[in-house]
């Protein structure tokens, strides 16, 4: 259900930001005929910072295919990453934007991204987090982390995806569906939502948002509510 919900936000990205993807393939294609273009570097950058988030997710699924979850887990991380991005933002320059990126910071993002794989921490606030550090402007930290859920989540798709039709599970997999299909628009609106609102303010709301979440799931996990 986590992979359909993943898919279904995956469709969302690819068609908000279906300019890119464009570009990057028809970057691609000038590439194979020996031309230089910033489509087909932005894609090299992509795999790049996607190969870390393969290689953890591949023995993820190995020894850990039931995750960390607990709600302890989840709190501390919510509510952790929450500052952590809170920092980043306020100290973070505002110079740089995707076509300014490097290899060595994609890796940097791509390293970010695995610690994903820790329930709470949210793919997307993490890689977004590591953008600001290395001083890219907000837009274009949501811009590159919003593209780098399209590798990593078809990828993820692809592996669950097979293990569910092997599963012959068909009230799963109308289950999964379903969500695919609402996670698409309900990703589509707050895509569209967070790329106006950081053309013209910072992550301030979703740091508060976390943090009161991250709160919140804490107080009821000890028993203090």
């Known amino acids: 259900m986590d992979v359909a919900v993943h898919m279904g936000t995956l469709g969302a990205v690819m068609l908000y930001f279906r300019r890119d993807i464009w570009n990057m393939l028809f970057g691609l294609g000038r590439a194979l ?38 709600s302890t887990i989840v709190g501390w991380t919510i509510l952790g990453y929450g500052i952590v991005l809170y920092v980043a933002d306020r100290l973070g320059m505002t110079l740089r934007r995707v076509e300014h990126l490097r290899f060595s910071d994609a890796i940097i993002i791509g390293l970010a991204q695995v610690l994903a794989f820790i329930p709470g921490t949210s793919r997307s606030g993490v890689t977004m987090t590591a953008a600001r550090m290395l001083g890219m402007e907000r837009p274009d930290a949501a811009r590159f982390s919003m593209l780098l ?49 950081l053309r013209r303010s910072t992550f301030t709301p979703f740091v508060v948002y976390r943090v009161l979440l991250g709160g919140a799931i804490l107080l009821v996990t000890y028993g203090w509510l």
């Open 149 to 197: 859920s399209v590798p990593t989540i078809i990828g993820a798709g692809l592996l669950k995806g097979l293990e569910l039709y092997h599963s012959s599970d068909a009230a799963l997999t109308s289950s999964a569906f379903t969500a695919a299909v609402i996670a698409f628009f309900a990703g589509l609106l707050a895509i569209a939502a967070m790329m106006a609102w």
């Open 33 to 70: 005929r020996g031309k230089r273009d910033p489509g087909a570097k932005l894609a090299a950058l992509l795999v790049v910072a996607t190969v870390p988030a393969a290689v953890g997710g591949y023995f993820m699924n190995i020894y850990l295919p039931d995750g960390l979850r607990s």
